[in-house]
């Protein structure tokens, strides 16, 4: 077991030992491969020793104006010998984007030695720390909530060669924690900032970073007199004012200031349009690998694929629904997803893919999927044969949705696509396959096959394609022979009491990044450990 892993649902052992994994599938790419990432603005930390005769003397590096300087110790009092001095140093905050990596206290740590990180974030995260440098406007402070710049999302193409910013800022008047005398007020400088700042990320070429992960070649990227810069340069910017204390949600408005409105990516036979707010894989080339196991479970039970109609659930822009219909798995789509930016892309999409204004073809739908999945399932006629993918954020598929796939009859597989496959996929393997109940009417599922696909190497996690298959009558009743119906009396209920508390999350949560555990390795959710500003009630201040 993952010694990190936190404590599991009981049921995860008897999945564990019930079912026969697949070896995990390699990722296709092993360095740089991440699609999107995000990026915290904050205070990097550095240090300075200090002199202890009364006296300090100017850090070597330098102090900023825009640096702020704090007393810091390398021992606690309590261990210092009477008489002695600590060795003190200056920790100097210089503000930076970067990762969360020693927590909200530790500062943020720059990302050009992480292995996963493209050239071209390093690079756009050099220019912004290079703007902050000399910016009167602050980075946010979490715990006092003041300051203006949040974060910073950066989502690319190899394949397009095009690249998306969003920029997540505080009012310019100040964050919820602003003070009354105005001293966090920056509306004065704040569009000149911001102009600034656009210009600097579009001017020109992005210059390549020098990197500093193992097996990098000294002196090949970044170096002064190479003039060497990356081959994306940036097509889309977008900011985004948000005073909330946490996240924005998905649809939460964005400001569009330079280039297009989206980027396109190629993904196997089809292409996709990726606005700001809507939920893609963040990895082209694993993705493919992914929805290429997907596509070949669903063929397997589709012995008419023009008639055979699929329900798309927690479908973001319509990746894996249209993927089917391109691949020729299926002959219809409704897709499903909470994020409404999410579905005009996946309308766009199928324009796209060659389904225009064809509701009976593809149709999607702006919805939490448990308020809509019954309606849905209702619409489509009993004898049509239909399959359901689901591919639900970290917190699972919520028990509505699992009720009406239990419960419509003419459902035969299910395909679940799990970034969580320790936590809430188990916990609705034990819905989808206990006996029937009062509320769980239909037949129960059995898993037949779960394939581990590694979306994010260098990590311990990874995606999970499990398949449930329907039970006949037949095999319920084998299962439960010689107990003269009790077996019927006593299970009764048991699925109601396994769902108690299960409300799940919907579609379109932030997931795009590294809930995963390679199964059958337990693993934890931190989408990449860098995604996401938590919530401020557990940040400390930066």
């Known amino acids: ?23 995990v599938m390699a990722a296709p790419r092993q360095f740089e491969y991440r699609n999107k990432c995000e990026l915290n603005f904050g205070y990097s930390h550095s240090y300075a020793e200090e002199i202890n005769d009364g006296g300090a003397d100017e850090p070597s590096n330098g102090v900023k104006p825009s640096d702020e300087v704090v007393a810091s110790s390398d021992q606690d009092a309590t261990n210092t010998p009477e008489g002695e001095k600590k060795d003190e140093k200056k920790i100097i905050k210089t503000p930076a984007v970067g990762f969360m ?22 690079g756009i995260a050099d220019v912004i720390n290079e703007f902050l440098r000399t910016s009167p406007a602050p980075p946010y402070k979490a715990k006092e909530h003041r300051g203006v710049w949040r974060t910073v999302t950066i989502r690319s193409s190899k394949r397009t060669k095009q690249c998306m910013i969003i920029i997540m800022h505080a009012p310019a008047s100040g964050g919820a924690g602003k003070r009354d005398d105005g001293s966090d007020d920056y509306s004065d400088v704040f569009e000149g900032e911001k102009q600034r700042l656009i210009k600097m990320l579009t001017g020109e070429k992005i210059p390549k970073p020098t990197r500093t992960y193992p097996g990098t070649k000294e002196g090949k990227k970044g170096k002064a007199d190479d003039k060497e810069y990356c081959d994306i340069g940036v097509t889309s910017l977008f900011f985004q004012e ?11 408005p964005v400001q569009h200031l330079y280039g297009k409105q989206c980027i396109e990516e190629k993904l196997l036979h089809c292409e996709f349009q990726v606005s700001p707010g809507a939920f893609f894989q963040v990895t082209t080339e694993g993705a493919e690998q992914l929805y290429s196991v997907v596509v070949d479970k669903v063929k397997e039970v589709t012995t008419n694929p023009k008639d055979t109609v699929l329900f798309d659930v927690c479908c973001g822009t319509g990746t894996i629904g249209l993927t089917c219909m391109k691949e020729g798995a299926v002959g219809k789509v409704i897709g499903i997803d909470i994020s409404e930016p999410a579905i005009k892309d996946a309308i766009i999409n199928a324009e796209r893919n060659g389904y225009s204004g064809r509701d009976d073809i593809a149709r999607f739908v702006a919805s939490r999927a448990e308020l809509v999945m019954s ?16 591919d639900p954020a970290r917190e699972g598929l919520h028990q509505d949705v699992i009720k009406a796939l239990r419960n419509q009859e ?50 311990d996690h990874c995606e999970m394609v499990m398949v449930f298959d329907r039970m006949t009558q037949e095999e319920c009743n084998g299962k439960r022979a010689g107990h003269d119906g009790e077996g019927d009396k006593a299970s009764d209920g048991e699925g109601d009491k396994a769902s108690e508390g299960k409300e799940g999350g919907s579609c379109g949560d932030q997931k795009d990044g590294n809930v995963e555990a390679k199964a059958p390795v337990s693993g ?8 996401s500003e938590p919530a401020d009630d557990v940040k400390e201040e930066e």
Request: glycine share 8%.
């Open 375 to 390: 309606e849905e399932i209702r619409k489509v006629d009993r004898d049509v044969p239909m399959v359901a993918v689901v």
């Open 242 to 252: 948000f005073d909330g204390l946490s996240n924005p949600l998905p649809d939460h």
């Open 524 to 531: 934890e959710k931190s989408c990449d450990g860098t995604d």
């Open 101 to 122: 990596a020693g927590g909200w206290s530790g500062g943020v740590s720059s990302p050009h030695c992480l292995q996963n990180i493209p050239d071209l974030v390093c």
């Open 1 to 23: 077991e993952n010694s990190s892993s936190k404590t599991l649902d009981p049921m995860y052992d008897w999945v564990k030992g019930k079912v026969k994994f697949a070896p």
């Open 410 to 459: 003419s459902l035969n597989r299910i395909v679940y696509v799990s970034c969580n496959p320790t936590g809430s996929l188990v916990i609705d393997a034990g819905l989808l396959c206990s006996p029937s109940t009062k509320k769980y009417r239909g037949l129960p599922f059995k898993i037949t096959s779960a394939q581990p696909v590694d979306m994010f190497p260098l990590t």
